[in-house]
């Protein structure tokens, strides 16, 4: 058997020991990998191949084709066809006006982005498999990072993504982006570029082209402080998760109760205790508003 290819070794290598790390999958696991097109996504799909073997992990593809530009349709097929070349079930997922218009208040691009991930999660269950994994990386991760700054977000926030939230994988968070580049072009692959990743329209778009390089050569290394402090906040949030919920329990969300707590902690309790009750967490100011206390 030829031997896999120094950059498809290393990537794999990085996705062998997140996944190791978070527990999952279990040997003998499907697994439902959301293939775009993309290096990050085909690496992926290229790394899990290449450990599901001994693991006897069962792998399937999904790709989406949000029908949102030219050209989404041959990407997709694109997808299906290599996967079905690697002798692997694939399935795309077109998606239409319909699926996009429940999300249409929250903007263009988290719609797309909720009515891909409802998209992927239904195909998921129907394929019997426990796990969903997603090519994100540590470039994704620094981004991410940045727009939760941004935005003013709290510790929980720049915690930003982890290797496994409930059944979402992402087990290239440690890899960088230009290894999984290197990865596609060792095995020669052709991957496709999603031509509204290249504009400077969407935020995440300014902040992957425009600041981020402008950190990296203010202090280079600056991509791996930020998915470092990721990795810190993502620490100290699971460190106090059981007081929360200890926390939560006692108080029962009590306006006193809540009074009498540390500020940081009647948030986190507030959070929570939306979290648990199937609700959307309410963000920094609708936090307060709940505690009472008055805005900045």
């Not at 969903?132 to 510790?155: K, N, S, Y």
């Not at 509204?196 to 203010?218: F, I, K, M, S, Y």
């Not at 991509?223 to 949030?237: C, I, P, V, Y």
Request: aromatic fraction near 2%.
């Amino acid at each position: 058997m030829t031997r896999a290819p120094g950059e498809l070794r290393l990537v794999a290598d990085l996705a062998a020991k997140a996944l190791a790390a978070a527990g999952a999958p279990a040997a003998g696991d499907g697994v439902a990998v959301a293939v775009s097109g993309g290096a990050d996504s085909l690496a992926l799909l290229h790394a899990l191949r290449t450990l599901a073997g001994p693991r006897r992990w069962r792998l399937a593809v999904l790709t989406v084709d949000h029908g949102l530009r030219p050209g989404s349709a041959a990407d997709a097929a694109f997808v299906a066809d290599h996967a079905k070349s690697l002798g692997l079930p694939a399935r795309v997922l077109t998606l239409g006006p319909d699926d996009l218009a429940p999300h249409r208040a929250a903007g263009p691009e988290a719609a797309a982005r909720a009515a891909r991930y409802a998209a992927l999660w239904t195909a998921t269950h129907e394929l019997g498999c426990p796990w969903l994994a997603t090519g994100h990386t540590l470039d994704d991760q620094a981004e991410t990072v940045l727009l939760q700054l941004l935005r003013g977000a709290g510790p929980d926030g720049l915690a930003a993504m982890t290797v496994r939230g409930g059944r979402l994988l992402r087990p290239l968070l440690g890899a960088r982006r230009s290894q999984t580049r290197a990865c596609c072009a060792a095995i020669g692959l052709q991957w496709r570029e999603d031509p509204t990743n290249a504009g400077d329209g969407p935020l995440r778009n300014q902040v992957r082209h425009r600041l981020l390089p402008l950190l990296e050569e203010l202090r280079p290394g600056a991509t791996q402080a930020l998915a470092r402090t990721a990795a810190l906040a993502a620490d100290e949030r699971d460190w106090l998760d059981p007081l929360v919920a200890t926390t939560l329990a006692a108080t029962r969300l009590d306006p006193e109760a809540l009074a009498a707590l540390p500020v940081a902690l009647a948030r986190r309790v507030v959070r929570a205790a939306a979290r648990q009750a199937g609700e959307p967490v309410p963000d920094a100011a609708a936090t307060d508003r709940i505690l009472g206390r008055p805005a900045d």
